[in-house]
């Protein structure tokens, strides 16, 4: 079988994407699951991200996209190639945003991954392999933990009925919530796609700094997290004898203390530990609490040194429990990073940033990204484009349409031409 269109002829050099489509599709994205004045608030699985899923499955259909939805929630619209039996070249990133995020982390890879397959529709150019653009379920993990989940299930690190059973501290479970949306696919969830591309903005205030027009990602921050629960039980704070007392809140309160401090320790060589959440439970006046949960981590770009503070991450979550008279389990855990990008892809991205005239640098990631777990099973590059001040999470991220627009023509060509090999 063979797809009428261009015949094997290059992309056309001076090929560049439609800013002002584009843009209007990152406007109505804007407008979906709105948090604090200029922000989001579009949490995985919510009704919001229904929305947005909706508008999305809309559009990739009005670009005559076939789409699938897999059963933990990933969308696929896949553009056909001359060759259809061909592994297809994956362009992608999330729609899921942070309680208080910005309208641009993860939503630009998604919707630059549309816009491409637009503007290649526009020229007329069908590529040799299949284009799909892929939106993950749940990248933020803000509402379910552990972060990237659904692309970690696709990579095979997680098994399905284990992400259908992931709890929100409301107690909704994963799997319920995907099909309360009506998002829990039939597709089976896995693949081996030729490639992988993630635009994201950059997170950071390197480029931003420099006014640098794109980062070529040459590798990830070595990252280690903890989702660590603690056990003691109730009491009155007034009667109860400090002697006896076992507060699982103070548990967490000390590994939060101790997790920052192995940061404040390995700051002068770029690392980073993070205590971000805490829950507990009565978690009330004139109570002690009998359970409580911290998800932390630690990151730092050299391997040996992030072992090392998730180490001393592991010996103060015992430390804590034992100074509390609780008991400490690690409920869950996960690792991720190094150099695992593909050398090949981040070549041609530089090759390309040269010929259409773009300054780049190559530049590590700090955060996580589903681009990770995709690494695992196919060559996987990413780019990253200026936002203002490396302001992130935060419903003040901004990227102008001019630090997004190389990044989007960047993508349209090594794309292109990935798939055209």
Not at 90 to 114: E, I, W
Not at 317 to 328: K, L, V
């Amino acid at each position: 079988m063979t797809i009428s269109g261009s015949d094997s002829a290059p992309l056309d050099p001076g090929a560049r994407v439609d800013m002002q489509r584009f843009c209007s599709t990152l406007d109505r994205s804007s407008s979906i699951g709105a948090g604090r004045p200029g922000g989001l608030s579009r949490l995985a699985l919510t009704d919001a991200d229904r929305e947005m899923r909706d508008v999305f499955v809309a559009w990739c259909r009005e670009a005559a996209l076939e789409v699938r939805v897999d059963r933990v929630g990933n969308i696929f619209a896949r553009r056909e190639g001359r060759e259809p039996t061909s592994a297809p070249v994956l362009l992608g990133s999330h729609l899921d945003t942070q309680a208080n995020g910005g309208r641009f982390d993860g939503v630009v890879g998604v919707l630059g991954a549309l816009e491409v397959v637009r503007r290649l529709a526009d020229l007329g150019h069908t590529t040799k392999r299949p284009i799909e653009i892929v939106s993950w379920t749940n990248e933020e993990g803000a509402r379910f933990s552990p972060p990237m989940t659904a692309s970690g299930c696709y990579a095979g690190a997680y098994t399905v009925d284990w992400v259908h059973d992931r709890r929100a501290e409301d107690g909704a479970r994963f799997g319920d919530e995907l099909a309360r949306i009506g998002y829990c696919g039939d597709a089976p969830v896995g693949g081996t796609p030729d490639a992988y591309l993630e635009l994201h903005i950059e997170q950071g205030p390197i480029l931003s700094a420099e006014g640098t027009a794109l980062g070529i990602v040459s590798h990830a921050y070595a990252s280690h997290g903890f989702q660590v629960a603690f056990t003691g039980e109730t009491a009155h704070t007034g009667p109860w004898p400090m002697e006896r007392r076992r507060n699982a809140l103070v548990a967490a309160a000390r590994l939060m203390v101790a997790v920052d401090e192995i940061g404040w320790d390995h700051a002068g060589t770029g690392g980073k530990a993070t205590a971000a959440r805490v829950s507990a439970w009565p978690n009330k006046a004139g109570t002690l609490s009998e359970w409580a949960e911290v998800v932390c981590d630690v990151r730092h770009e050299c391997a040996v040194t992030a072992g090392v503070m998730a180490e001393r991450t592991r010996r103060a979550i015992g430390e804590a429990a034992a100074r509390s008279g609780c008991d400490a389990t690690i409920v869950d855990s996960w690792s991720w990073g190094g150099r695992i990008f593909s050398d090949e892809l981040a070549e041609l991205g530089r090759l390309t940033a040269r010929r259409l005239g773009y300054s780049w640098r190559d530049i590590p990631s700090q955060a996580g990204h589903d681009a990770y777990f995709l690494s695992r099973v196919c060559p996987t590059a990413m780019i990253f484009t200026p936002c203002r001040d490396g302001v992130t999470h935060n419903s003040e991220e901004l990227a102008e349409p001019g630090d997004l627009e190389p990044g989007l023509n960047l993508l349209l060509h090594v794309a292109a031409a990935r798939a055209d090999r």
